[in-house]
């Protein structure tokens, strides 16, 4: 059976929209450097690293791990790279939980990161779309978005743009208080939101994401050297990556059906039976704001087609809800696409160590990493807890409500 | 009637790469003082050239630049004649790609050679060569735009 | 460590003009599960191995994930050849979430090109400029190598001629590509970059291979008579070409040992090879590094014809690369090979009795990257 894993140290790169200072593989080994400092580690106790980041087309190298191999400490280590689109950081994060759960690593560096100002990204995601099929129309990942919002709020008629603002409002609001942000919006509001010129119907431009150059990395340690590690730690205790298809017929793009699947396999191997009540942290990949509302029914948060009353209206997702979404001010803050995914997992990490400052949630024990990534298509989530057994965690969290 | 069994497309993307500190620093005096510069491991003593800012078999940041002076000798060099997708500019086939060893540096430099093939063919292991600068220089690896055999 | 290769299949030609790069995967697919007398629901996780550029598309598994199989399965990919998409899946397995696997390694070559494909590979800054690409930092490689071991364009040409003939026999090559080819012809073959001529290196085209995996048990329970990856060892090296040694293979030599040490064995038990060799030169770079001969006697090794499917020690009796190349599927084929001939399933390029082999792939400008199996019956 697998062995127990933990993150025992996190790495994020010095926080600033364009990294002018530096090129893709120094702005990867930054943050590398971080997470084996931070893990309290050397690069010999290194024996795998995993290395990706999104799409090449936006750092304009194929296979760039191989260009960044030398400054993340490839040589002479096993090193390879994982591709996933946007969810590539949570993929690569996932991959390097089987590689020291499957028994063949103890030290493993993970890293994910992109440069994404050095190209126009809305040029490299249309990309995306088949040549044969679609690229013609495309228009980067906001119109795709757009259709899935438009295909829930027909669905869910009490969504409404107003809902839309309040999220994109309160993520800017979580954003102010986390360093490793880099939208800052003091000013924002949800008039602001509403005020916003057409991105494409029916997202203005504030409900999407900044693009910035950015890198994340963790080290996941397996039992017997992570507990050695007097470090604070977070145990991994399930993690899922579903493909759901992109052209399959009756396809309904706001029912994300990998991600229904990740989250049914997850809960059920941690024993969670009621989300709302026994996750405290969730870190969603909110490239709009929109997504709240979908990933979040998907995750069972809420009764179906009922997020912006239940979850957003109610105020539950907020800092002082019952269950606070992306503390960290979310992708809508801060998308470098190679990073993102694991800054959610890095995000939920800190959140369990206690060491989320200003953004710390109270009594964080267990939380919930989510990324997608494709045609919408790939999914993937990540639970953590405080406590190694995750049934600690539970009894924990009973011990101070009762 | 003919079945459509091919679509013929392009990808074109334009980019403003960093090169970042030491790359940057090898460009710029590239282009400010026809000088190459290489960098020295403070672990190994090893001196890379071309730099960059991390010691690969070391694991160590290198910032010590050193300059390169003198003429290279070949090391190896293979004649292109199936011009590559990325085929130096201002060049035509048959050149020669060639690991270029310079005196102070433990890497060699991959550069071009253009020349007759014939000349080409009688390069060995060892020979002299000399670079050719362009007359304007931009910050680029091509600021030398090619090497040529000393003995031309 | 036993993990049980249990299906099998590879499409592999010159060009495919009738199928775009999901009809290629999912013909595989579908062929390598008949090839297990499986179905699609009994595949518990899929790991594929492609290339946005290649395929000029960005993520370009989106279009491939359900003609590999994976809908509502877990799944990823690796950008790099399936043979390292195999260690991934391996480790899935290892974790006893998974009892079953899917590996699928592709390209259409033909849609992007080789050069295309590896020049994108060399960085904006120093290697993309003077044309660095597969086909130029492989024969600069080549000249380091020369310059080390006194090998000859001849002893280059003896290898593709080797291959190309024990391709005669294969059917799992590609079309066109095997041949009654001597020393003579390969020299005489189109010129790519001196000592590489077109003979001598394998062409890119078109193909995919998948491969099915599962855990012993897996195996045991429904009696599969399966061959078994015992072992498994990869390493990097330094990305700019000459920081390395260029005229050696260090970070095979390293894969190979943690491959050999995992599988408990020592290189003389090894009785076949099928190694990457997308250029002629480095096969007998392989034969040093995965310890097949001493330092210094790789060219003797070859000329003793020990090598060859009749020799003592048969290296890509399939025909290898130089029969075909089907950039991130070549290396998954090696692996296929090898399982095919510790179980006695390899056809008419069967080599009698071998119960250990090893299967090598690279990755890289300059074969930056080697990881190694050691695969038993």
Known sequence: MGRKVAITGIGQTKTKLKRKDVNFSELMGEAARQAIEDAGLTIDDIDCVICSSSPEFFCGINEP???????????????????????????????????????????????????????????????????????????????????????????????????????????????????????????????????????????????????????????????????????????????STIAEGVNYPDRDWSVPIALKEAARKCYAETGITNPMEDIDVIEIYD???????????????????????????????????????????????????????????????????????????????????????????????????????????????????? | MEDVKILNGEIVLDYKWSPGQTIGKFLTNLKDGKELSAVRCSVTSKVFLPPQGWSPYANKKMTKFERIVGSPTLKTGTIVYEAPWNKPEGVEVPYMLAALSFVGADTELLHIVVASEEKLLALKPGDKLKPVWKEERIGTIRDIDHFVPENL | MRIGIIGHAIHIER???????????????????????????????????????????????????????????????????????????????????????????????????????SGMCADPFYLRPVGADANTIAAIQAGYFSGRTKATEKDFAEVASKNRKAGIKNPRIMKGEAGDYSVDDILRSKKIASPITELSTGRTGDGCVALILATEEYCKENKIDASYITGMGLISDAYYPTYRDLSRLKSAEMAAKSAYKMAGISPDKIQLAEVHECYAHQELMLYEALGLCREGEAIQFLKEGHTTREGKLPVNPSGGVTCGNIIYGSGLARLMEASLQVSGKAGDVQVKGVKTAISHATAGLGMQANIVYVVEA
Not at chain 1, 177 to 193: C, F, G, H, V
Not at chain 1, 363 to 378: N, P, R, S
């Open chain 1, 287 to 402: 490239a709009f704001t929109s997504q709240h509302l979908i990933w979040l029914e998907a995750l069972g948060l809420c009764d179906v087609g009922k997020a912006a009353s239940q979850l957003i209206d109610s105020g539950a997702t907020r800092m002082d809800g019952k269950l606070p979404v992306n503390p960290s001010g979310g992708v809508l803050s801060n998308n470098s696409i190679g990073g993102s995914a694991m800054i959610r997992q890095a995000e939920i990490a800190m959140q369990i160590m206690g060491r989320a400052g200003e953004h710390q949630v109270e009594h964080a024990e267990i939380g919930l990493a989510h990324g997608w990534g494709g045609a919408i298509q790939f999914h993937t989530i990540m639970i953590m807890s405080k406590e190694k057994e995750i049934k600690d965690s539970f009894e924990n969290r009973k011990k101070r409500k009762g």
């Open chain 1, 65 to 239: 791990e191989m260009f960044a191999t030398d400054f993340t400490f490839g040589v002479m280590k096993p090193h390879y790279r994982i591709q996933t689109g946007g969810t590539v950081g949570a993929s690569t994060g996932i991959t390097g939980w089987y590689m020291v759960s499957s028994g063949l690593y103890n030290n493993v560096l993970v890293i994910s990161g992109d440069k994404l100002t050095e190209t126009s990204v809305q040029k490299g995601l249309s990309l995306v779309y088949s040549p044969t099929m679609g690229r013609d129309f495309a228009a980067g990942a906001p119109s795709a978005v757009a259709c899935q919002t438009r295909a829930y709020m027909h669905r869910a008629p009490e969504a409404k743009l107003e809902h839309l603002a309040k999220i994109g409002t309160q993520m800017r609001k979580n954003a102010l208080y986390n360093p490793n942000a880099t939208l800052k919006l003091p000013q924002i509001s949800e008039d602001m939101m509403m005020n916003m010129a057409w991105l494409s119907t029916p997202l203005k431009l504030l409900d999407s994401c900044p693009t910035s150059d950015a890198a994340c990395a963790m080290v996941l340690q397996s039992e017997e050297y992570a507990d050695k590690n007097p470090r604070p730690k977070a145990w991994v205790q399930s993690v």
């Open chain 3, 15 to 117: 060009e495919n003009q009738d199928w775009a790069v999901e009809d290629t995967v999912f013909y595989t697919v579908q062929a390598a599960l008949k090839s297990a007398g499986m179905s699609i629901g009994q595949i518990d996780t899929v790991i594929q191995a492609g290339d946005d550029v290649l395929d000029g598309l960005s993520i370009q598994h989106v279009q491939t994930v359900e003609a590999a199989g994976a809908f509502q399965k877990e799944e990823s990919k690796v950008e790099r050849d399936g043979a390292w998409a195999v260690h991934y899946a391996i480790a899935r397995l290892l974790t006893g979430k998974f009892k079953t696997a899917l590996v699928a390694g592709f390209s259409k070559g033909t849609q992007c090109g080789l050069s295309a494909f």
